[in-house]
């Protein structure tokens, strides 16, 4: 099946930081990937989707300024968290939207996702 | 406002059947997913239903009516290994992204 990497897979910062989040679609290319948040006991929660060559959709709520993402080529797209807060940590999850020859009409694949601490 | 409804928490006895319903009231509708996700973990893909009816992938099913808002996700033959929260997500047309429900978490008891 299809593959979604993101890296890193977990980071710790200090408040004010900046980390930046990449999601990678190694076998397959993506022009629409997602970027997901999640808290402990909590479900997916869209905060932006990105496709390639254009500016990113964002949700409502979702600080545009404070949550950078960058959809520079067709299996790349990276989420900068700008200045984080110790509220900004959370599980961070991508997926790259794919339709596959002889696969399911359509679905989407996630990376394994990556936890950030802002202490 | 998007809404999908979904049981919060389900148990059942290793080697059982259990069905986990989701019911959704959404702005649009392109198809529904299924999601499996383990604590700490990314979700997994497990199905995507965009017409009425049943689609079997091995132990699992994935049932949709549309006209109702309806959809249930069946697991047969129950493993320890299911125990994990369920996700249900209706696409939506617009540039294809997902709404989420809650999940269900589904412990399997011996």
């Known amino acids: 099946g299809a593959v979604v990497s993101q890296h890193p897979s977990w980071v710790i910062c200090k408040s004010g930081t900046s980390v930046k989040i990449e999601c990678r679609s190694l076998d397959f290319q993506a022009t629409t990937m997602f970027w997901y948040r999640q808290f402990p006991k909590q479900s997916l929660m869209l905060m932006a989707t990105s496709n390639e060559g254009s500016k990113a959709t964002y949700e409502q709520g979702v600080e545009k300024d404070k949550f950078l993402i960058n959809h520079a080529s067709l299996t790349l797209s990276t989420l900068t968290v700008t200045s984080a807060h110790p509220e900004d940590s959370s599980f961070y999850i991508c997926s790259a939207r794919a339709v596959m020859a002889g696969g399911p009409q359509e679905t989407q694949y996630f990376g394994p996702g990556t936890r950030l601490l802002v202490l | ?110």
């Open chain 2, 1 to 110: 406002g998007q809404n999908i409804d979904q049981p919060t928490e389900m148990t059942a006895t290793e080697g059982a059947i259990v069905q986990i319903n989701c019911t959704y009231q959404t702005s649009g509708f392109n198809g529904l997913f299924w999601y499996q996700q383990h604590a700490g973990e990314a979700p997994t893909f497990l199905s995507y239903n965009v017409l009425d009816g049943l689609e079997e992938k091995g132990r699992f099913s994935s049932f949709l009516s549309r006209s109702k808002g309806y959809s249930y996700l069946l697991l047969k033959e129950l493993q320890m290994k299911d125990s994990a929260s369920y996700l249900c997500a209706v696409q939506l047309p617009n540039a294809g992204k997902s709404t989420f429900g809650d999940g269900t978490t589904l412990t399997v008891k011996p």
